[in-house]
């Protein structure tokens, strides 16, 4: 799994002009999985993306995470995060999941998030034509891979 969290003052996610997700302070964050992606993938990166320690303390040092701040997540599912761009210019998406295998992921995804944080986790509409509208605060932009704990 790969994350894109940014850190945000606001965030949406419309649908065919509806807003199907929308939040204040908190992370915007990008989810791309791929086929060899497991529960025990899921976990380890919900736990990072709660624990992440990027938001300001009284100091203005990156020393609080998401909960210390009272802030919201924005859960948006991106493929494209797993583009292969080795050959020519037009990407390949190969390393992706298909839908059967990344939509349960997705959904196990918001509910850990979701229970972690201890609020409803706010999102898109997978596999929909979603436009994303985010005020990145900072900016403050991390990649988080599964496969690569860095």
């Known amino acids: 799994m790969r994350a894109v969290l940014q850190r945000v ?3 949406s996610c419309t649908v065919d002009g ?3 997700g929308a939040i204040e302070s908190g992370f915007l964050v990008l989810l791309g999985i791929e086929d060899a992606d497991t529960v025990e993938d899921l976990e380890w990166l919900a ?3 709660i624990g992440m320690r990027v938001f300001s303390d009284e100091s203005g040092l990156m ?3 998401l909960a210390d701040v009272g802030g919201d997540i924005l859960l948006i599912s991106q493929f494209t995060l797993f583009a292969s761009t080795k050959k020519g210019n037009r990407p390949g998406f190969t390393r992706a999941a298909r839908p059967d295998v990344a939509i349960p992921l997705y959904e196990k995804m918001i509910e ?3 229970d972690l944080l201890g609020k409803r986790v706010k999102t898109g509409i ?3 034509d979603m436009k994303i509208a985010l005020l990145n605060d900072g900016p403050v932009t991390i990649i988080i891979d599964t496969k690569n704990k860095e």
């Open 18 to 20: 509806d807003i199907t």
């Open 9 to 11: 003052t606001a965030a």
């Open 47 to 49: 736990q990072k993306i």
């Open 63 to 65: 020393n609080k995470a």
């Open 126 to 128: 997978f596999g929909a």
């Open 112 to 114: 850990k998030l979701s």
